[in-house]
């Protein structure tokens, strides 16, 4: 498989290094595109090179990888949006790539918007009786805009492309979700950022969303939170659409970083009656404010 295009400069740092116990998680941080990731240790960084420049990075676990690069596009489709360019960008931009099967919205942890993609792919076999090939189903695929228009050469840089190995979906999943601009900060928690490191920004609020069922007697309480550097300035919680009973929803806290460092939060899951002890699931992140 061939992928034309990339252009990354690429610094790997530890994350809030030395900010708690035991292994933490890494940055990619893109400084000529202006964006990053995190991931989790014990991947390695390859870069990828493209003529004399580093276009972009494998983060490899064993066998398996997440390419993350920028794409260029022909100058054919330099007119086009980002909404438009991703409805065809693996198409244009990766062989044996024919058309889209599905295009689903996403938002990462700190409000940037962007596309989870699959895609129809022709694969070539050789067998006995000749060449033989049969389509599949390939992805998810995820893409970015970049905030600000850049070019390679004279063709447009239209997105940037997150392409696990199938094996590491779930690891793609908290990478996807850690996507933010230099000057970005941390918007939204959900479930799968369990355990995960963000930033944020003094003043301005982020919200932490988990799902719950208050009709099973169970409900979210927060077990850790440094007042001195928190605010919760709203709670609640939210019904799901469907109107049915016993149905779920979801429940919500909206936080103020009060001041810089770092501080945790900690919420667990039980019934009041039952005790903290008897916690079925719990949510924890650690955030650096600044």
């Known amino acids: 498989m061939k992928l034309r295009g990339w252009l990354f400069l690429i610094?790997?740092?530890p994350l809030l290094a030395g900010c708690g116990d035991g292994a933490q998680d890494r940055t990619y941080k893109n400084n000529e595109f202006g964006f990053s990731v995190s991931f989790p240790p014990g991947y390695q960084v390859k870069p990828i090179t493209w003529v004399k420049e580093e276009t972009g990075a494998e983060?490899?676990?064993g066998e398996r990888k997440i390419t993350i690069q920028a794409l260029p596009t022909g100058l054919n489709y330099a007119g086009l949006t980002f909404d438009q360019y991703v409805r065809i960008a693996a198409s244009v931009d990766i062989q044996n790539f024919q058309k889209l099967i599905s295009l689903e919205p996403i938002i990462s942890?700190?409000?940037i918007s962007g596309y989870r993609t699959y895609w129809e792919v022709i694969e070539h076999n050789d067998g006995d009786d000749g060449q033989v090939d049969r389509t599949v189903t390939v992805g998810p695929l995820y893409y970015f805009p970049l905030k600000y228009p850049r070019k390679l050469g004279e063709q447009p840089v239209k997105a940037v492309l997150i392409y696990p190995d199938p094996a590491l979906s779930v690891e793609a999943e908290g990478i996807v979700a850690s996507f933010r601009y230099e000057?970005?900060?941390l918007r939204l928690l959900r479930g799968q950022q369990h355990g995960k490191q963000f930033?944020?920004?003094?003043d301005k609020p982020f919200r932490i969303e988990l799902a719950a069922n208050p009709t099973t007697g169970y409900n979210w309480y927060?077990?850790?939170l440094d007042e001195?550097?928190?605010k919760v300035r709203r709670s609640g919680y939210d019904p799901d659409q469907t109107g049915r009973v016993g149905g779920g929803g979801t429940s919500y806290w909206e936080i103020i970083p009060l001041k810089a460092g770092v501080g945790t939060i900690k919420l667990l899951y039980y019934r009041v009656w039952e005790g903290a002890a008897k916690a079925v699931d719990?949510?924890?992140v650690r955030v650096l404010v600044l």
Not at 199 to 202: C, D, F, P, T
């Open 11 to 13: 610094l790997c740092v």
């Open 59 to 61: 983060l490899r676990l």
């Open 109 to 111: 942890a700190y409000g």
């Open 183 to 185: 000057d970005s900060f």
């Open 199 to 202: 930033l944020a920004s003094r």
């Open 222 to 224: 927060i077990a850790q």
């Open 228 to 230: 001195t550097r928190f």
């Open 282 to 284: 719990q949510f924890q």
